[in-house]
């Protein structure tokens, strides 16, 4: 039981650390890229609400990428 409760304790935590948000910017930047030309600056922002938390990710695009619609 003790266990348990340290487990959902870990769950519900206020931050992530540097490691984590780096690695979160890391995996997202390989997904924007698909659709963006930035210039590698992003930051995220964690802010906790009365639902969970309000996660806002920022970044400066020089453009927007053309996408073809698959046929």
């Known amino acids: 039981m003790k266990a348990e409760i340290n487990r959902l304790l870990s769950l519900d935590r ?4 540097d490691f984590e948000r780096e690695l979160f910017l890391s995996d ?3 997904v924007t890229d698909e659709y963006f ?7 995220l922002e964690i802010t ?5 938390f309000l996660i806002c990710i920022l970044m400066s695009a020089r453009r ?8």
């Open 14 to 17: 206020d931050d992530m650390s």
């Open 28 to 30: 997202v930047k390989k």
């Open 37 to 43: 030309e930035s210039n590698g600056n992003s930051s």
């Open 48 to 52: 906790r609400t009365d639902d969970g």
């Open 64 to 71: 927007i990428k053309n996408l073809k619609k698959p046929q």
